[in-house]
């Protein structure tokens, strides 16, 4: 089992659609969450950084925790066509050296005019 | 607002040469981390670094790799003997603590050939 597994996609959707993007994990370990968006050859871009089983809202942005489940979403409110991109869950452990985040495989997001 | 710079953007090296790779961290951040992304396949961690020493390496980052600050500003990547499978894009990441967001650079694209 790999250990963070997120749908590839691609996912395609009407500008101004709710977009919902999921990943589950199976190590009980991992306690941040984050989410980053990646344009096509270029870097990972925070999005949004949890830590906390809940919700956490940032503009159209909404991140969703589930421990128990150990299941994370990020959902995307009047989805733009800006918001086309690979869009990344990382999570990580505590460890006091740092942590080393681990990613999924992204999901491709297309929002169509 | 502050960035993680990379340069160059673009490398293409023959194999068997030595590469550097360069990162300027953001300035109080005092965790550095670099990552790889093979073209299609998702980010992985290669090595953390903190308090002028690797915290953790992952399988990836054999004895051809090394890293170093070697001054207040700037975090390398050294490949000593490049591979054709060494070709990806390599990205640098820090942070202010363990607990909190890892930012990313653009990344650096090395081509082995």
């Known amino acids: 089992q790999k250990e963070v597994e997120q749908d590839p996609g691609p996912l395609s959707v009407p500008e101004g659609a709710i977009v919902s993007l999921n990943c589950t994990y199976s190590?009980?370990?991992?306690?941040?969450f984050m989410w980053y968006r990646q344009y096509s050859r270029k870097g990972p871009e925070l999005l949004m950084y949890?830590?906390?089983?809940g919700n956490k809202e940032d503009g159209r942005f909404t991140a969703q925790v589930d421990k128990s489940s150990k299941y994370i979403s990020l959902f995307i409110r009047d989805s733009q066509p800006s918001d086309s991109a690979t869009y990344l869950c990382?999570?990580?452990?505590?460890?006091?050296?740092?942590?080393?985040?681990?990613f999924g495989t992204g999901t491709q997001l297309k929002v169509e005019l | 607002e502050p960035e993680v710079t990379q340069t160059p953007s673009h490398q293409v090296t023959q194999m068997g040469q030595e590469v550097i790779l360069r990162c300027v961290p953001i300035?109080?951040?005092?965790?550095f981390y670099w990552y790889r992304q093979i073209l299609g396949q998702k980010v992985e961690f290669l090595v953390s670094?903190?308090?002028?020493?690797?915290?953790?390496k992952s399988e990836i980052f054999d004895d051809q790799f090394s890293v170093e600050r070697p001054d207040g500003s700037n975090f390398t990547l050294k490949i000593r003997s490049t591979k054709l499978e060494d070709s990806a894009m390599y990205f640098c990441?820090?942070?202010?603590?363990?607990?909190?967001?890892?930012?990313f650079g653009p990344g650096t694209r090395l081509t082995v050939l």
């Open positions: 990441a820090s942070g202010r603590s363990p607990y909190n967001e890892q930012f």
């Open positions: 190590n009980s370990a991992f306690q941040y």
């Open positions: 949890t830590y906390s089983s």
């Open positions: 990382a999570m990580t452990r505590t460890r006091e050296g740092g942590n080393k985040l681990t």
């Open positions: 300035s109080n951040h005092l965790y």
């Open positions: 670094f903190y308090n002028n020493e690797i915290s953790e």
